[in-house]
Structures are given as structure tokens and as C-alpha cells.
């Protein structure tokens, strides 16, 4: 039973007069239990869209503070908030936008020993993530659990989005089985970022989590999404399902969740 | 046979900045060792010892990933795009 109040059926009238939303659309975002990991370069424009969408429970897990350095991207934040958590800087954005929206906030570091418990709560887990241990514990938690995970990387001028979905498509270990060692590949902040990647694959991402809420077109399981800002391309490529994947092949070897040591900003 | 490969952000170092490079070969094999020859270095930052791409970096053909083809041993044609896609782990630039 659909039951919105005047005000909502003004604030989502654009979603409600598309037939492949309508109120029952609209209903389901509402009811959406979407975690974003990250509120920084990709959860900040995720987050921000994901609220003005109306997605009614938003989760954000983050423990840092916002800091200068950040604002070039980090949209949901701004320069009076430099200091502030960053879940906390967020909250404060989204319920400005959207007082629909329940924002559950996890000031904590993800590890093999709280992931299970903070995804319980979601269906679509945005990863926003800037380093191999935390993409590797969801990965893993996500294909234990069943739970659909939407992904984007950013690096200076290339983004790249998927959607892994347990069953229906590859994990990122079908990807790349087990992460680089240290200064093999970049991460972090090295090499720099143009500012608004984020903001075109973090709104990709929100994107492909609103067709899967609302089941429209085709979402973006089994394929790799390429932005290349300098050439103005978009490359699709295909992503499949490893049989001998460690941890969704058919006799798969990780069992537990691991937790890699984390080598970001360590000295090389 | 001369195909065109794409060369990821953090390669470009190696291949004077641009994205975008020609090699020749029939196979992918001998397009990564004509890879070498024009830029000294590239292959061992993509394959391992024993020629065949590290795990943390796939090689496509066209939208193909080459370990669900022949691996290395893939066969190119001309005209063929070859894509280098390591994995890039840059997302919230939290730190």
C-alpha cells in the first residue's frame, strides 16, 4: 500500500511520472537499504544522489575527518565542516536534502570482525573503497552473504564501475584472484585524481544501485564499465565467472574472511 | 599482424605517455614481447617469469579477458584492440 504524504509526491513527482518508477518505484527506494563505504570521493556524490532519490535507509561507514585536501571532490562536505567526521558532515548534508532518508552512521574501520555484522542490515553495499584489504573483505563477506555489491575505482583520469552480484555474475577475486603486493599497483591518493571522476563513477554507481532496486534494464553484472576522461570514452568489457575462483568457484579455498595487512602509505 | 593496445594510467610511464600504442604479432605472446622490444620494462610489469599475465593485471582481447580465450596463446588479428586492465584500487581518497 502505497501511502505518501503531499509532500512526496511532490519531491519524487520526476520518479513517479516515469512508468518505469511510478509510486510502486518510488516505494521501493524508500524501503532501500543501501551501506556506502566511504564518504569520500565516490560515497560523497553517491550518497548525496542516493538521498535525493529517496533511498530510505542509507548507511555510511567511514572514520575520517574531512579535511581540506578533500573538498576538490568530496562534495557532501564543505569548507565549515573541515574537521568534522566525515559520517557526521554527510548526515548533516543528506537530512538538509532529504529528511526522508534514515542515516545510520559507523564511525569504525571495517575488519573481518565487524563486516558481517554492518552489512546485515543492507541489500546493496556501495564500494567506494581506496585500498586492496577493504575490497577484498567485501568482496568476500558480500559472496558469503548474498549480497550485491556496486564498485567503482577512480584513478587520475580513468574510472571503472561493476556490479558484483553473488550468483548472478563474477566477484572481484574471479577478477583478480588475490591482491598486488605493495607498490605493484597504485592506490590511495598517489598520482592524483581529477576531482569530478568521482563525481561521474560514484553517480554511475548510484545509477546501477537504483536499476536493481527498481529491477529495470539491465544492470551492470558481468561487465566492466571504462571511463576515459581524456579521450571522452566509454569501453564496456566483459567480466565472467571464474569456475576455479577462490572464493565463489566451485571448490572455492577461502572460507573465513581474511584481513590483508594494509600497505597504503607505508614507506617503499 | 599489427594490433592496438591500450595502455593503463599507471603503464603510461613506460610508454612515453601514451595510451594508446601499436604491436605487431599473431599471438598474444608475441604482441607483449613487441611490446617489450619498443619499451624496455613493460613486460615484467605485466607478466610473470613464465609469460603469462600476474594476477593482478588482465589482458583483454577486444571485450574478451584472455584466460577465458587461449591465454597468451590467444590469436590476434588485425585490427584487434588489446586491453591492459590492472587493478586500481583509487576510490575515496579518503587519506
Same mark, same amino acid.
Given at each position: 500500500m502505497i501511502d505518501f504524504t503531499d509532500e512526496q509526491i511532490e519531491r519524487y513527482s520526476r520518479h513517479i511520472i516515469l512508468p518505469e518508477v511510478g509510486g510502486q518505484g518510488q516505494q521501493k527506494m524508500l524501503e532501500a537499504r543501501v551501506l556506502l563505504l566511504g564518504a569520500g570521493g565516490l560515497g560523497s556524490p553517491a550518497a548525496y544522489y542516493l538521498a535525493?532519490?529517496?533511498?530510505?535507509?542509507?548507511?555510511?561507514? +567511514?572514520? +575520517? @575527518?574531512?579535511d581540506l585536501s578533500n573538498l576538490q571532490r568530496q562534495i557532501i562536505h564543505s569548507?565549515?565542516?573541515?574537521g568534522m567526521?566525515?559520517?557526521e558532515s554527510a548526515k548533516k548534508t543528506i537530512q538538509d536534502l532529504n529528511p526522508d532518508v534514515k542515516v545510520t552512521l559507523y564511525n569504525e574501520?571495517?575488519?573481518? /570482525?565487524?563486516?558481517?555484522?554492518?552489512?546485515?542490515?543492507?541489500?546493496y553495499i556501495v564500494d567506494g573503497s581506496d585500498n586492496f584489504p577493504? @575490497?577484498?573483505?567485501?568482496?568476500?563477506?558480500c559472496v558469503m552473504t548474498g549480497k550485491t555489491i556496486i564498485h567503482g575505482s577512480i584513478y587520475r583520469f580513468e574510472g571503472q564501475v561493476t556490479v558484483f552480484k553473488p550468483g548472478d555474475g563474477p566477484c572481484y577475486r574471479c577478477l583478480y584472484p588475490e591482491p598486488p603486493p605493495p607498490g605493484m599497483v597504485p592506490n590511495c591518493q598517489e598520482g592524483g585524481v581529477l576531482g569530478v571522476l568521482a563525481g561521474v563513477i560514484g553517480n554511475l554507481q548510484v545509477v546501477e544501485v537504483l536499476k536493481l532496486i527498481l529491477g529495470i534494464g539491465k544492470p551492470l553484472i558481468g561487465g566492466l564499465l571504462i571511463y576515459d576522461a581524456l579521450n571522452t570514452e566509454?569501453? /564496456?568489457l566483459k567480466l565472467r565467472k571464474d569456475v576455479d575462483c577462490p572464493v565463489c568457484g566451485e571448490s572455492p579455498t577461502i572460507k573465513e574472511l581474511v584481513d590483508y595487512e594494509e600497505f597504503c602509505g607505508l614507506p617503499r | 599482424?599489427?594490433?592496438?593496445?591500450r595502455i593503463p594510467t599507471p603503464l603510461m610511464k613506460l610508454t612515453d605517455n601514451q595510451a594508446e600504442v601499436t604491436a605487431e604479432g599473431s599471438t598474444i605472446s608475441e604482441i607483449l614481447n613487441h611490446l617489450e622490444s619498443q619499451f624496455n620494462g613493460i613486460k615484467e610489469r605485466i607478466c610473470e617469469e613464465n609469460g603469462s599475465p600476474r594476477r593482478f593485471i588482465n589482458v583483454y582481447l577486444n571485450e574478451e579477458d584472455i $584466460?577465458?580465450?587461449?591465454?597468451? $596463446?590467444?590469436a590476434v588479428k588485425d585490427g584487434d584492440e588489446i586491453s591492459i586492465i590492472p587493478a586500481i584500487a583509487g576510490g575515496t581518497g579518503a587519506r
Open positions: 535525493a532519490a529517496g533511498i530510505g535507509n542509507l548507511g555510511i561507514i +567511514d572514520f +575520517d @575527518r574531512v569548507t565549515k565542516r573541515i567526521l566525515k559520517t574501520k571495517l575488519d573481518s /570482525k565487524n563486516i558481517m555484522k554492518l552489512i546485515d542490515e543492507y541489500d577493504t @575490497r577484498y573483505l567485501i568482496n568476500d563477506a566509454f569501453r /564496456k | 599482424m599489427a594490433v592496438k593496445v $584466460r577465458f580465450l587461449d591465454g597468451e $596463446r590467444t
